[in-house]
């Protein structure tokens, strides 16, 4: 966890010193002297990088920008070539709006929406119960007829055609159903088609998250996860209410985003208590069952935490 007490001034990132708590963090995750150097020790100048983001929150809720253009920043000091860094989420709209598509043209790198690539028929999640979805227009067999259609969710063709690697940037932020929009509720939704057939029945969403996760095409190709905890939103969702936020001038950075979205739910539940704010227990199953598919660590006692000031 790095800190800096100047690095959100009225809500809004402080473009410098996020780049050097960006870098700093790195740095001291990985081990290695420099920026670049700790880059190259995750990703090679061959790959082709796919940042996940959040952009359902807008620029001040959802990932922030400045966060994004800290890492891509590293990535092309590591020698990625602009065009193999693809920033990228579920819709494109959602991206403009948060100006991602702005900010990504002096860069030189591409932004994506998932729904607009288009989703890979021939990878996909299908879980045991094969429950039928209710497909919506950008679903891969949105307007097919047949027996089969509705009981797969489609990998976007940006992780199964494009991406060698993937790094996830989520936000501190409420989510109703997951508790946080984190990591592995952000990646899942993310990656993948056919996904209202999990959204409103928790019992399924406790399945579907992690083993959406597991997926070989998903999950197995993230390096590394990045907490975007500059400010936690504890009540809304993806809706700004900065009313209901909390500015911790923090980022998280880990390879398990089972440990980050478990003290993600931690920290927003202390502030609710903070703030003698409305409480409501999260469904923890969704990390109870990826911690049983050795995504990572969802036990707080066994959580290692450094903090860098």
Request: hydrophobic share 45%; aromatic share 8%.
């Amino acid at each position: 966890m790095v800190q800096d007490a100047n690095a959100i001034s009225n809500f809004q990132p402080n473009a410098d010193v996020v780049q050097a708590m960006v870098n700093r963090g790195i740095t001291h995750f990985t081990g290695q002297a420099t920026v670049a150097v700790a880059w190259r020790s995750l990703v090679t100048t061959q790959d082709v990088v796919a940042i996940k983001i959040f952009s359902a929150g807008g620029e001040i809720s959802g990932t922030r920008p400045a966060v994004v253009v800290a890492v891509v920043n590293g990535l092309l000091q590591a020698g990625v070539p602009p065009r193999n860094i693809i920033i990228w989420d579920k819709r494109a709209d959602t991206l403009r709006a948060a100006g991602y598509f702005q900010l990504a043209q002096p860069l030189g790198v591409r932004v994506e929406g998932a729904i607009e690539t288009g989703y890979d028929p021939t990878n996909f999640y299908q879980p045991d119960s094969a429950i039928i979805g209710n497909l919506v227009y950008g679903d891969l067999e949105f307007g097919q007829k047949g027996d089969n259609v509705g009981r797969r969710s489609f990998v976007t063709k940006i992780l199964s055609r494009q991406a060698t690697k993937i790094i996830s940037i989520a936000p501190l932020q409420n989510q109703p159903s997951a508790g946080v929009c984190g990591h592995l509720y952000s990646l899942a939704f993310g990656s993948v088609d056919n996904t209202l057939r999990f959204k409103d029945d928790p019992d399924r969403l406790a399945v579907a998250i992690p083993e959406i996760n597991a997926l070989a095409s998903v999950g197995d190709r993230v390096v590394l996860n990045i907490t975007d905890a500059l400010i936690g939103q504890y009540e809304g969702g993806a809706s700004v209410l900065l009313h209901y936020s909390t500015v911790l001038n923090q980022i998280w950075f880990s390879r398990d985003p089972v440990a980050l979205d478990t003290l993600a739910i931690q920290e927003l539940e202390r502030e609710r208590q903070t703030f003698d704010a409305q409480s409501f227990p999260p469904d923890l199953e969704i990390y109870t069952n990826a911690a049983l598919l050795q995504l990572g660590i969802n036990d707080p006692s066994q959580i290692q935490v450094v903090k860098v000031r």
